[in-house]
């Protein structure tokens, strides 16, 4: 594509004419595709904003402890970020692969006034069921 008067599509848009749509039904923190396809993984993410305000304190997160369920050695990847207002940018530390089953924590070393949590998969039936975030308070504004 040289110019916009040739563009046929939104200019650095996405061609979704390739693309199968399937519905996805979301359970809590279960992820399901259904279909003809149901064995191809979902690449699906579960993510919570502006958690843990510190009221003027600015946080750090030191670990991240999740209880998630799987097949053994199901990979998910976590990411935790930080930002300085609850709608602000969230500069992102991650993501680090979490093998269930295997590991039991990742470390990580963010700071922000509010703090953000991902996880992301593309393995069928894994579960978030919860997580202990280690924190500490490291200064106030």
Same mark, same amino acid.
């Given at each position: 594509m040289a110019n916009w008067n040739e563009a046929v599509g939104p200019w650095?848009?996405?061609?979704?004419?390739?693309?199968?749509?399937? $519905?996805?039904? *979301?359970?809590?923190?279960?992820? &399901?595709? &259904?279909? !003809?396809?149901? !064995?191809?993984? %979902?690449?699906?993410?579960? !993510?919570?904003?502006?958690?843990?305000?510190?009221?003027?304190?600015? %946080?750090? *997160?030191?670990?991240? #402890? $999740?209880?998630?369920?799987? $097949?053994?050695?199901?990979? #998910?990847?976590?990411? *935790?970020?930080g930002a300085e207002t609850p709608d602000g940018a969230i500069t992102w530390e991650g993501p680090y692969n979490f093998a269930v089953d295997e590991d039991s924590f990742s470390d990580f070393v963010i700071t922000g006034k509010y703090m953000a949590v991902r996880y992301a998969s593309a393995f069928a039936g894994v579960t978030i069921q919860s997580y202990d975030i280690e924190y500490e308070i490291v200064g106030t504004i």
């Open positions: 650095g848009g996405v061609d979704l004419t390739s693309k199968t749509v399937a $519905p996805v039904y *979301v359970a809590s923190t279960n992820f &399901f595709i &259904f279909g !003809e396809d149901q !064995e191809t993984p %979902l690449n699906s993410f579960i !993510e919570r904003k502006a958690m843990l305000s510190g009221k003027g304190s600015h %946080l750090m *997160v030191n670990k991240i #402890v $999740p209880q998630i369920l799987g $097949p053994s050695g199901a990979t #998910v990847q976590i990411s *935790v970020g």
